[in-house]
């Protein structure tokens, strides 16, 4: 890997090599990085620039020096802490945190239910939906995938396109579509090829699937996501309460 023309500064375009290397699975949490001259040789920069972009990576915890053993890949502070008790769109979250969250690789499409898409949604097999597939990106760092089906009454294709800013819940809200809320199961799993391509990892890299059926007031399925997170970027936690006496 050589560091293609760029104007930024040699030790920024080697951190994000660095990144790229540890996203892509190359080097893994606990990993010893390779010896400095050929991890330079590696990257195509000189050791001063290397050196340069360890530093940063060891001001933010990433890596660990140890004397006489090496360099060692640290795994992350999660970028996201939040509870699941509140249904709220990551880019609504984001902004609430002070983060900066984008949206990339927008697929907007309409198409024939499959059957496994039917029955979630509660309609024919074969009956138009709406796909939402998206990349979301937080800080500038990959964050999750996501992937909406909408029945085609909720919306049409044109007015999704035209609208939508990042998020199908906020559009719906945006929309009027009286939401109430959403079913979610939690499911730990790997990555297929596509969503691992989507998230710039190796397939069966682990992820976080939050699993969803979104419900309007008077109990009307409008909805149904498989919202894929990175562990590395977030971190979910419920609060759980002691029930009542018996």
């Known amino acids: 890997m050589r560091l293609k023309y760029d104007s930024r500064p ?15 699975g190359t080097y893994r949490v606990g990993d010893r990085l390779p010896p400095e001259p050929q991890l ?8 001063a620039t290397l050196r340069e972009a ?21 795994a992350p502070a999660p970028l996201i802490d939040s509870g699941l008790e509140q249904l ?8 609430r945190m ?4 984008t949206t990339e ?3 907007i499409r309409e198409e024939p239910a499959t059957s496994e898409i039917a029955s979630r949604l509660g309609i024919a097999a074969g009956a138009p939906v709406i796909t939402v597939g998206r990349t979301k990106v937080t800080n500038g760092v ?4 996501m992937y909406d089906v909408l029945p085609a009454w909720v919306t049409d294709v044109a007015t999704l396109r035209a609208s939508f800013k990042g998020s199908v819940l906020d559009y719906l809200l945006e929309q009027g579509v009286p939401l109430s809320f959403a079913w979610t199961n939690i499911i730990a799993t790997r990555a297929d090829s596509s969503v691992a391509a989507k998230l710039h990892v190796k397939p069966s890299t682990v ?18 996501s498989q919202n894929y997170f990175l562990p590395s970027v977030f971190k979910f936690h419920l609060i759980r309460r002691i029930g009542p006496s018996r």
């Open 142 to 145: 990959i964050a999750a995938y």
């Open 54 to 74: 360890l530093r940063a990576f060891e001001d933010k915890g990433l890596i660990t020096r140890r004397r006489g053993l090496g360099t060692f890949i640290n």
């Open 105 to 107: 690789d927008l697929e």
């Open 40 to 47: 330079a040789q590696r990257l195509g920069i000189s050791r």
């Open 10 to 24: 040699l030790y920024l375009q080697a951190e994000e090599a660095l990144n790229r290397l540890i996203q892509d």
């Open 98 to 101: 002070g983060l900066v969250c």
């Open 207 to 224: 992820l976080l699937l939050l699993e969803e059926v979104s419900y309007t007031q008077d109990n009307q399925i409008v909805g149904y």
């Open 88 to 95: 709220e769109s990551l880019d609504s979250l984001a902004r």
